[in-house]
């Protein structure tokens, strides 16, 4: 079964950092684009990072650009969203999505608060 599984989310002050995780099982993510979203209710969920087949390129939102990173573990099947610099308008679900299978994981909370 296809599954992708988020964790690493919590509550951090501003300025802080976090790093997201998505575990892959069921296939292998390497070949297959991988992205993150995020979603603070009532906005839309927001395409926030990127990245390409065997994480050739990345690409990222304006709004997190400079300070959060997507990178890949191809040996642990795993994506992962690092966040630097945390400002309280991160504060979302974020959840991790594969285009090509159509799959979506539960989402971890982020809360940016002093």
């Known amino acids: 079964q296809v599954q992708v599984v988020e964790s690493g989310g919590g509550l951090v002050q501003p300025g802080g950092s976090l790093r997201l995780s998505c575990a892959a099982s069921?296939?292998?993510?390497?070949?297959?684009?991988m992205n993150w979203y995020r979603q603070a209710p009532p906005k839309e969920r927001e395409l926030v990072a990127v990245?390409?087949?065997?994480?050739?390129?990345?690409s990222y939102a304006d709004s997190v650009k400079g300070r959060f990173t997507i990178s890949r573990d191809n040996a642990k099947n795993t994506v992962y969203l690092q966040m630097n610099n945390l400002k309280p308008e991160d504060t979302a679900v974020y959840y991790c999505?594969?285009?090509?299978?159509?799959?979506w994981g539960q989402g971890t909370q982020v809360t940016v608060s002093s």
């Open positions: 999505y594969v285009p090509m299978l159509s799959s």
């Open positions: 069921g296939f292998t993510a390497a070949p297959y684009a």
């Open positions: 990245t390409t087949p065997w994480g050739r390129s990345t």
